[in-house]
């Protein structure tokens, strides 16, 4: 129950919101808005060059690099969804959200982030079939079936998403709504609604366990089958080839996830909502620069791929400028 709140009260839904965000001090804030800026860039240009070099290169019309692209997409997606705004009040001064805007972040936010878990699964799979059924992979793995796990990946998330949604638009809220964040997060607003929310805490705990525990052990699952199938092999330069194939996705499921686990026990465990949030920039900020620097510095063919690509950019550019 918000503390200013009294029972004979009218409950009504607010019109805006107020973003707290990382530090309240006016000399961090150009600091803070230069380095998520430059952050925000390098995540827009990597995923975005992943995407083209996958695009452009036929070397890499394969199912993994399809997902790929798939995961720079969403990554994409997964920043543009916070970061933007948060750099709009760093630079304005302002902390405020409209309603409007703060159920688009809490409807888009949960969609991308299952849509990350979701496709690392899938990735996981397709490491799978090509290690454990080498022949019959472009059988099992087909442009079909690529498509269509891509589009159920979405569509889950996106009833993931819509369940967010539905929860946090019945909320009812007091005047001047402060969220100690630099989003708009559904347990921050369940904690700040006038309205019983008991319900809702115990139901979004449980579709995180579902969406988020059901792709970690289908991850778990496909890598158990994977290294037994690898310790069978009888040369160590099939394992090391085998192994060398995993070590870019097994980096991004591990950062991921380790993120998100550290986000999660922070706020357990921690009782200020402002630590909450800057633990909360690993995950937002930080996993979505470093994925696209984790496949093209691990993987020889992206990096052939990008070079090929810059090269041409190169010739197309000395050849209109001259």
């Known amino acids: 129950m918000c503390p200013i709140c ?21 000399e961090l804030q150009p600091l803070l808005f230069g380095l998520f800026l430059s952050m925000y860039l390098v995540t827009m240009l990597g995923n975005l060059l992943i995407i083209l070099a996958v695009i452009s290169d036929s070397h890499l019309h394969t199912p993994m690099y399809f997902f790929l692209s798939n995961l720079s997409l969403a990554d994409i997606s997964f920043s543009t969804t916070t970061v933007p705004k948060m750099l709009l009040n760093l630079q304005t001064h302002s902390k405020s959200i409209t309603h409007a805007g703060c159920l688009t972040q809490v409807t888009l936010f949960p969609l991308f982030t299952c849509m990350d878990s979701l496709l690392l699964a899938v990735m996981a799979y397709d490491r799978l079939v090509a290690i454990c059924q080498p022949l019959h992979y472009l059988v099992i793995m087909s442009p079909h079936i690529c498509g269509l796990l891509v589009l159920l990946s979405f569509f889950i998330s996106l009833l993931v998403s819509q369940l967010h949604y ?7 809220f007091c005047a001047d709504v402060e969220i100690p964040h630099f989003l708009c997060e559904p347990s921050q607003l369940f904690n700040l609604a006038c309205s019983d929310t008991s319900t809702n805490d115990i139901l979004i705990y449980f579709i995180g366990a579902i969406f988020g525990g059901v792709p970690l052990s289908g991850i778990f699952f496909s890598y158990y089958r994977i290294v037994s199938s ?3 092999m009888p040369s160590s330069g099939s394992k090391y080839k085998a192994f060398s194939t995993c070590g870019s996705h097994l980096s991004v499921v591990c950062l991921f996830y380790g993120t998100g686990l550290g986000v999660y026990l922070s706020s357990a465990v921690s009782s200020s ?7 909360s920039v690993m995950y937002t900020v930080v996993t979505p620069i ?3 620097f984790i496949y093209s510095l691990r993987n020889r063919d992206i990096k052939n791929a990008l070079w090929r690509m810059i090269r041409i950019s190169l010739y197309l550019c000395y050849h209109f400028c001259s």
């Open 290 to 292: 470093l994925n696209p």
């Open 230 to 232: 690898i310790l069978r």
């Open 273 to 279: 909502p402002r630590k909450d949030a800057v633990v």
């Open 6 to 26: 009294i029972e004979s009260q009218n409950r009504t839904h607010a019109t805006e919101f107020l973003l707290l965000g990382l530090s309240d001090d006016p």
């Open 166 to 172: 539905l929860m946090v638009s019945q909320l009812s």
